[in-house]
């Protein structure tokens, strides 16, 4: 059994900042690519921003210059820091792991339950 659990999300300021974390616990052998992706009300997943294994990052272009993604192998857990956060910025943030859980490096994409960030005008 894996499980991915986020946390950090909450209300917020326009112009503030907020960190969420995500971390893998369970059969994990090995994690090769994390991400965030979030879902606003009445719109479709969107990815947020993605980081591999070796530290390698892509951003949606909305998110660019203000998130930052980041990740330590060493405790399975990836971040995400949000600055200058806008009111489009609310949605149900959910965490994107994937794992292989012994060496035969079978990967499964696991999801968290999601953690919510709500910025006010």
């Known amino acids: 059994q894996v499980q991915v659990v986020e946390s950090g999300g909450g209300l917020v300021q326009t112009g503030g900042s907020l960190r969420l974390s995500c971390a893998a616990s369970g059969s994990i052998f090995r994690i090769n690519d994390m991400g965030w992706y979030r879902q606003a009300p009445g719109k479709q997943r969107e990815l947020v921003a993605r980081?591999?294994?070796?530290?390698?990052?892509n951003y949606a272009d909305s998110v660019k210059g203000r998130f930052t993604i980041s990740r330590d192998n060493g405790r399975n857990t990836v971040y995400l820091q949000m600055n200058s956060l806008k009111p489009e910025d609310t949605a149900l943030y959910y965490c994107?792991?994937?794992?292989?859980?012994?060496?035969?490096?079978?990967?499964?994409?696991?999801w968290g339950q999601g953690t919510q960030v709500t910025v006010s005008s």
């Open positions: 980081i591999t294994r070796g530290g390698s990052t």
């Open positions: 994107n792991a994937e794992i292989a859980s012994d060496s035969r490096f079978y990967y499964t994409y696991y």
